[in-house]
């Protein structure tokens, strides 16, 4: 479940919310069965608190949007992409340490 500060992100929000975002974005592909992806969402959460007006958190089910899954080559997760003007400037796949999507968001801003 996202918390306040994280987007629910779909094909249909994608672009306005990501894509044409002035601030870089955190996306974190993902699915409810997904252990690790469970692991890291509280992380997720706080990050988008902490990055408030900096950056923007947005996660999106790999399930419910198989498409823009694919449009991002998305083969396991969860994959996490760091997203500034509409370019994929970093990514990584898999559960890491806070202190390591900070520093990917950072480097970004």
Partial sequence: MASAN????????F????MKSTVPVLVDFWA???GPCK????VLDEIA????????VGKVNV???AELAQNFRVSSI????????GQV???FVGARPKSEFKAKLDKAL
């Fill in 63 to 65: 399930d419910e949007q």
């Fill in 6 to 13: 994280v987007l629910t992100l779909t094909k249909e929000n």
């Fill in 78 to 85: 969860p994959m996490l992409l760091v997203i500034k003007n």
């Fill in 32 to 34: 409810e069965w997904c």
């Fill in 89 to 91: 400037v970093d990514q």
């Fill in 39 to 42: 692991m890291i969402a509280p």
């Fill in 15 to 18: 672009d306005s919310e990501v």
């Fill in 49 to 56: 608190a902490e990055y408030l007006g900096k950056a923007k």
